[in-house]
């Protein structure tokens, strides 16, 4: 495998179908479902979540903040979009889209950040590479706003001039302070709305996760298969056997089988 | 076969309910990867355990029996350590 995907890139490879056109449609399908306005993508918050993406692959880390503590929020002030309001949410090890999506929808905490009425903007990475030392997807969604939601602003209260982070959430948001409102006010003037943009990729003919998962699955089908077979022919033939305890092998190997076929679903933070 | 399962009805019964409460709470430690693996090992350990145990006290258990079940487990296990090492659990 690894001398295809070295030798013939083309053949053999990790790829997705995830696009960031379909992840904007599909977020914005959901907050018009739930009476919100769309979200716009904004280049600034493109580029903070592929920064973020590839420093969670370079430093081979899956979480919000990097293992020296970098939280998502110095990315996104880093790629020049001063928020008043921030959110991330991540996934990784999906196929598409739709199931990006209906992850985050089913978590509390990510359905809150996708359908919170204070985010105007959002910015979509999607980067292949290894973490761990395993080939993956990762999708990174940083929201926020630069100014202020109108519904919000009345029952905001006044707060001293620090960056907030609320904590314990697996999705987490940020908000600055009022005292910088003007300031941040006076940037987001003029939001930048562009048509997500995304790399040139080549696509393998065959996706190698894909295909290690359908494998996987097929040996373990052969393996339960075995069992059964010879537990017939036993049955008929009337074999005399000391060893082969079919039926409490085949129980395991359905259970091996069938935490693949939970866990090979992608994970979202 | 039906005889098998009828003698020993309550042993691959209680087999099952280890196997079936492993894959709930592996299912439920979702997103703790550390503790779905120990939850994993010890549900195969349990098998193991339970199939030589029951030998022990039903059957003749001889090393031959020993070794069945402690390969087949190592190879569960195995089958899940590739999984994950290449990237598909």
């Known amino acids: 495998m690894s001398y295809l995907r070295t030798n013939f890139p083309s053949v053999l490879g990790t790829f997705t ?7 904007l449609l599909l977020t914005n399908e959901k907050r018009q479902e739930n009476g919100l306005p769309s979200l716009t993508i904004n280049d600034n918050l493109s580029q903070a979540a592929l920064s973020k993406a590839s420093d969670m692959l370079g430093k081979d880390y899956w979480a919000h903040n990097s293992p020296d503590g970098t939280p998502p929020w110095v990315f996104i002030r880093g790629a020049g979009y001063n928020y008043i309001y921030a ?5 990784r090890g999906f196929n598409n889209a739709p199931d990006v999506i209906n992850a985050w929808m089913a978590s509390e905490a990510h359905r809150k950040n996708m359908l919170s009425s204070n985010y105007q903007n959002v910015g979509f990475a999607v980067s292949t590479g290894k973490l761990s030392g395993e080939d993956t997807v990762l999708v990174v969604e940083f929201l926020g706003s630069t100014t202020y939601a109108p519904p919000a602003v009345a029952k905001e209260p006044e707060k001293p001039a620090t960056v907030a982070v609320v904590p314990g959430s697996p999705a987490t948001v940020a908000k600055i302070d009022t005292e910088t409102l003007g300031a941040q006010k006076a940037d987001s003037s003029k939001p930048k709305v562009i048509v997500a943009n995304s790399l040139p990729q080549v696509k393998p003919l065959v996706n190698s996760q894909t295909l290690s998962l359908v494998s996987i699955r097929l040996i373990m089908f052969m393996f339960i298969l075995a069992f059964i077979l010879d537990m017939m022919i036993v049955e008929r033939k009337k074999v005399i056997r000391f060893v082969g305890h079919n039926l409490d092998h085949l129980f395991l190997f359905s259970l091996v089988l069938l935490i693949i076929i939970i866990l090979a679903r992608g994970v979202i933070i | 076969m039906h005889k098998k399962l009828k003698t020993h009805k309550g042993y691959y019964l209680s087999l099952l309910t280890i196997l079936v409460l492993g894959l709930l709470l592996t299912f439920l430690a979702t997103p703790d990867f550390i503790l779905q693996v120990i939850i994993i090992l010890v549900t195969i350990f349990f098998y193991v355990f339970w199939g030589i145990l029951h030998h022990l006290l039903n059957h003749e258990l001889t090393p ?7 390969l087949i487990g190592l190879l569960g296990i195995s089958i899940l350590f590739f999984a994950h090492m290449g990237g598909l659990i």
């Open chain 2, 64 to 70: 031959r029996i020993m070794i069945e079940y402690m």
């Open chain 1, 17 to 23: 179908d995830i696009s960031i056109q379909q992840l």
């Open chain 1, 87 to 91: 959110g991330e949410n991540l996934a």
